[in-house]
């Protein structure tokens, strides 16, 4: 039986948060609000939330305490968003020493909801984030959503990997009443599972579809060589590698734009596109983003530049200045839309995924597949990996029209971009690996 969605919407997802005394519909309501005041309310929002997690964190994080002693930093100094700059950045190497220390005394261990991230800079993470905190990320989750045209209590439809399982009676319940959700499994993609898939889709009628960006995108490849679409209201891409050629071909399949949203697990969501999909949203209600040179000060609009983020909302664990590694240009231009947020261009790419060149200058991953993958024939999927300065490996899925031509194209322009004293070395495989997410990655620098 097909529950409405109106009455999920209605009834079953505010009484779940009754339930569970959870404020994510209310954060959520809230956020609808906000979204249209001004940058300058924002800005102040931003400081006076800036104030009370800097004092929260000096007061209850060991970590804080002794950072900022040791760099001269007066918290009560510290009173607006330009102030942020004196304060030291927190970096991932500092997360994975200090992470004790970077939780909260006013929290105990077992209170706080624990996210590993993925890892796939070699690196993972155990984050800590309280209750409270997690139920408004979840609210600005799904503001975002309602950006792309999905409305609550609409069912949802998830191209993940390892989606997980509702094992407990309490998780089957709601997954039953409320979350309605199908999955496919981006590790298991072939002719059974996308069967399987549009089977599941045909009775559930998702309004939103989401995924990281590629996996949507072979999703779609597979339902266009079958003659299928499928028609969400909303299709959200959450990785930031949203490759323009593969955005049209989604757009294509499912007849409507998507919203490309950014964001990792370590803070709230970052950013996201409007309907207007001109640039994306900054999530100034619950972060402060900086966009920083090399040398520490904030770039100019429109210029490239590090991601830092400071959290507003996580007293749990308090990220201040937090290094997320990657890098994106900020916007000073207001949307058409009208919303008060921020505006970041574009993300430019995960640091790890720039290739260095023989000159020494840094190449987004990003601009060379599309400059690659997209504009030769014949290559289904491909990954960069440059082990070396001056030896890359590329990893390439032929497809029918593969051969010694393109093959040679490829070196060509990857000589091109990089250096023509670079070794390419391209090794025909099956398939890309995934990372354990689901995730792929199109480049990856290992010098
Ligand atoms: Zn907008």
């Known amino acids: 039986m097909r529950i409405p969605d109106g009455m999920v919407a209605a009834v079953f997802e505010p009484v779940w948060d009754r ?14 609000q906000a979204q249209w005041q001004s940058l300058d309310d924002y800005e102040k929002h931003q400081c006076a939330e800036l104030k009370k997690i800097i004092r929260h964190a000096v007061d209850t994080c060991p970590f804080y305490r002794d950072r900022f002693t040791a760099a001269g930093v007066d918290v009560e100094q510290v009173n607006s ?19 004790a220390d970077l939780l909260s005394s006013s929290y105990a261990k077992d209170q706080l909801v624990p996210a590993k991230t993925g890892g796939s800079t070699g690196v993972s993470l155990q984050i800590f984030c309280d209750r409270r905190g997690v ?23 998830a191209v993940w990997g390892n989606p ?17 959700i199908i999955y496919l499994d981006t590790m298991r993609i072939d002719d059974a599972a996308i069967d399987k898939f549009v089977a599941e889709w045909r009775q559930m009628r998702p309004g939103l579809l989401y995924g990281h960006a590629h996996s949507l995108f072979i999703l779609c490849e597979a339902l266009e060589a079958r003659n299928l679409t499928l028609r969400p209201t909303g ?19 499912c007849g409507i734009p998507v919203t490309n949203r950014y964001g990792c697990e ?16 900054l999530n ?19 210029e490239d530049g590090r991601i830092v983020v400071t959290e507003l909302i996580n007293y749990g664990m308090p990220m201040i ?3 997320v590694g990657d890098r994106g240009v900020p916007g000073d231009r207001a949307c058409p839309c009208g919303r008060g947020l921020p505006i970041m261009e574009h993300i430019t790419g995960r640091v790890a995924d720039f290739l260095v060149a023989v000159d020494g200058h840094k190449v987004a991953g990003i601009s060379i597949i599309e400059n690659t993958l997209t504009k030769l024939p014949g290559i289904q999927q491909m990954q960069v990996v440059q082990e070396e300065a001056l030896q890359l490996q590329v990893n390439l899925v032929p497809g029918p029209t593969y051969g010694p031509e393109t093959e040679g194209q490829l070196v060509a322009s990857l000589q091109d971009y990089l250096g023509a004293e670079v070794a390419v070395d391209v090794v025909q495989v099956d398939r890309i690996a995934q990372e354990e997410s689901g995730k792929y990655r199109f480049t990856i620098c290992r010098i």
């Open 321 to 323: 200045r937090y290094e």
């Open 235 to 253: 299709i959200v891409a959450t990785s930031m590698m949203l490759i323009e050629s593969e955005r049209r071909l989604i757009q294509k399949v």
């Open 135 to 157: 139920e408004m990320r979840q609210g600005a989750a799904l503001r975002s959503d309602e950006w792309s045209g999905w409305k609550l209590g609409q069912p949802m439809a």
């Open 164 to 180: 997980p399982q509702a094992v407990t009676l309490k998780n089957r319940l709601r997954r039953w009443l409320k979350d309605r």
């Open 284 to 302: 100034a209600d619950h972060n402060i983003v900086e966009f920083l040179r090399d040398d520490g000060t904030p770039c100019a609009p429109g």
């Open 266 to 281: 370590e803070v709230s969501l970052i950013a996201c596109e409007c309907e207007e999909h001109h640039g994306m949203h």
């Open 81 to 99: 968003i330009a102030d942020l700059a004196a304060l030291p950045i927190l970096t991932k190497n500092d997360v994975r020493q200090h992470q």
């Open 19 to 32: 339930y569970e005394n959870s404020v994510r519909l209310a954060s959520l309501r809230s956020l609808r």
